[in-house]
């Protein structure tokens, strides 16, 4: 193994717009995210339902766009990174969701911690499948 090579510090020529459009999209998304938590805000010690449904709404977003671009619509190369990685990934706030945890664990909460821990991940789970699902159902009746 040679430790001696040069370490890239530059995405390579061809991906720096894909960077670009990730770090743009991500940037959006945790805009609408952080204004989410402007409009409804958790107090202290309080179940954080925000995040919850923020997490559930941006899955939900995830389950259909994958399904339209990629059984529907031929798109530019860049919506992908743009809008699934950039966007909903900015959007969709498991950082928060493990912040938020450490919270309710801190405040003496640790079974609900335990509850939104397990609940955020199922509630994921099933509207990344059920927006899936129904996107595809969807797309089904309409080519009929």
Request: hydrophobic content about 50%; overall charge positive.
């Amino acid at each position: 193994m040679d430790l001696s090579a040069p370490i890239r510090r530059h995405a390579p020529r061809g991906q720096r717009a894909i960077v670009a459009a990730v770090a743009l999209g991500g940037g959006l998304g945790a805009s609408a995210r952080y204004g989410a938590s402007l409009l409804w805000p958790t107090s202290a010690g309080a179940f954080p339902w925000t995040t919850l449904a923020v997490n559930a709404i941006g899955c939900a977003v995830i389950g259909v766009f994958m399904v339209v671009i990629t059984d529907v619509w031929a798109v530019h190369r860049l919506v992908r990174p743009f809008f699934g990685t950039g966007v909903l990934g900015g959007f969709t706030t498991f950082s928060t969701y493990a912040v938020d945890i450490q919270h309710l664990v801190d405040d003496g909460q640790a079974h609900t911690g335990l509850e939104y821990l397990a609940g955020t991940l199922l509630t994921a789970l099933a509207s990344v499948w059920l927006a899936a699902a129904c996107t595809r159902r969807v797309i089904e009746r309409r080519q009929r």
